[in-house]
């Protein structure tokens, strides 16, 4: 296995050299082994254990053992306590999951702040098997059925090729110690109850089980490599972004026969789980909007808006002195007197400044609130009729801002002026506002 081992990492890992390399590290048997290797290879290594507190003094055992090897190898040796129980509870977590965001978040810390460059776990075959019927029995789409990655950034997994069979045979025939954890034996997790009923009687049916996993595995990715690069090439076709918004013109996207393969491999990152909900969304009339924890997707005539969540207030107000030539929050605005009229956009007004009422205040527009349009020969409109004729998405209307002067509307901010601060022919003092 050692040969076998070596060869895997020399053709998969071949910069792990001269690297520093910190290794998870529970004392059973997976990663007991990997240090074993890893140590005889001659690889600048370190120890990192993480003690979760959910085996009474077994877990203060297990930390024990792995520090009693540090010391007595000479290798450098990082240890944490979780109140894995109470991190569960507080953030509504199965202890599993809560277990697996404490020791990452902890590894990439030990990372940033020790030096060392990768993260190596002990995820063998085996377990790649048991998270694929996992995923399975919940149901799953390709990337559920990919199994473990090798390498995700700074996270390798050196013994992914190898059995549990394998692993155990290793470590009988080099005298390697290590402890079990006594919550394996229990068929109270569904992974246990898979490792300990399931894969046996696959590999009984079959003795070339794992080797015929492998092949599946190989050919799965292989698979969704296709289906990321055609994923990429349609999104090029269909998607637009500008800043943090993302649009999916519907038009274009209901012309593909699958189309709602292409919405999952583009929104499944963003926290979604109700696909139906999603595809429904097409269909929908506008304005409608589905939300996961960070993220909205939005229903807008003929498109799709993905946008993050922010918190809004509308009774924000930001002031803006006499003479005060710059604004960089909320927005970036210059402002300065000018000589002259030049040609005026949506971006860059030219306002009568002896008609402001200083100081000015910029604010998100509420409901009800009016201006003049300019160029409406003094008309009145309320803003939200305004928005609409200008066919404006609910997100483009969130994040508009305007500017105010006393209890009038100067300007809708990058959209329309103030009819009322027009510069004429008794203009003395002309004020250029620009959003930059």
């Known amino acids: 296995m050692l040969e076998k081992i070596k060869l895997h990492i020399e053709q998969r890992f071949p910069f792990l050299k001269n690297k520093k390399l910190l290794l998870a590290t529970s004392g059973g048997l997976d990663s007991m ?45 990082f240890v944490t306590q979780f109140d894995t129980t109470a991190f569960a509870k507080d953030y509504k977590l199965s202890i599993q999951v809560a277990a697996r965001e404490l020791r990452y978040n902890w590894f990439y810390e030990l990372l940033e702040t020790k030096g060392y460059d990768y993260i190596l776990t002990a995820h063998h075959a085996d377990d790649n098997l048991e998270t694929f019927l996992i995923n399975l029995s919940r149901g799953t789409g390709l990337d559920g059925l990919t199994g473990i990655p090798e390498q995700n950034e700074n996270i390798i997994r050196p013994l992914l090729p190898l059995s549990r069979d394998e692993i155990l045979a290793f470590a009988n025939e080099n005298t390697i110690h290590w402890r079990e954890d006594s919550s394996n034996a229990s068929d109270k997790y569904l992974r246990n109850k898979i490792r300990h009923e399931l894969v046996p009687l696959l590999k009984d049916l079959n003795p070339h089980f794992m080797e015929a996993f492998h092949k ?64 429904e969304l097409v269909d929908s009339m506008s304005g409608k909007q589905i939300f996961s924890s960070h993220f909205r997707l939005l229903k807008d005539r003929e498109q799709l808006i993905l946008s993050p969540l922010v918190e809004t207030d509308v009774t924000e107000e930001y002031v803006i002195e006499k003479g005060q030539l710059e604004v960089n929050i909320p927005l970036k605005l210059s402002l ?34 009016v201006f003049q349009p300019f160029g409406m020969g003094g008309k009145t409109k309320k803003m939200s009729k305004f928005f609409k004729d200008e066919k404006m998405s609910l997100v483009e209307k969130e994040n508009t801002w305007i500017l105010w002067s006393g209890a009038n509307v100067v300007w809708v901010v990058g959209r329309r002026t103030d009819e009322r601060f027009k510069v004429n022919k008794q203009t003395q003092n002309i004020l250029n506002i620009q959003l930059l």
Not at 41 to 62: K, T, V
Not at 345 to 364: H, R
């Open 33 to 77: 082994v990997m240090l074993s290797v890893f140590k005889h290879f001659g690889y600048e290594i370190a120890i990192a254990h993480c003690n979760f507190q959910l085996r009474g003094l077994e877990s203060f055992e297990d930390q024990n053992f792995i520090q009693e090897y540090a010391e007595k190898n000479n290798i450098a040796f």
């Open 216 to 279: 599946t595995q190989t050919f799965l990715q292989e698979s969704a490599g296709m289906v990321e690069d055609a994923s990429i090439m349609v999104y090029q076709q269909v998607v637009t972004q500008e800043e943090d918004l993302i649009y999916i013109d519907l038009k274009q996207l209901l012309r593909l026969p699958n189309y709602q393969s292409y919405l999952y491999q583009w929104l499944k990152d963003f926290g979604f789980s109700s696909w139906n909900d999603i595809y």
């Open 336 to 369: 300065q007197k000018v000589n002259e009229v030049s040609s005026p956009t949506n971006t860059s007004i030219f306002v009568d400044e002896d008609v402001l009422e200083f100081p000015l205040i910029l604010k998100k527009w509420n409901e009800g609130d």
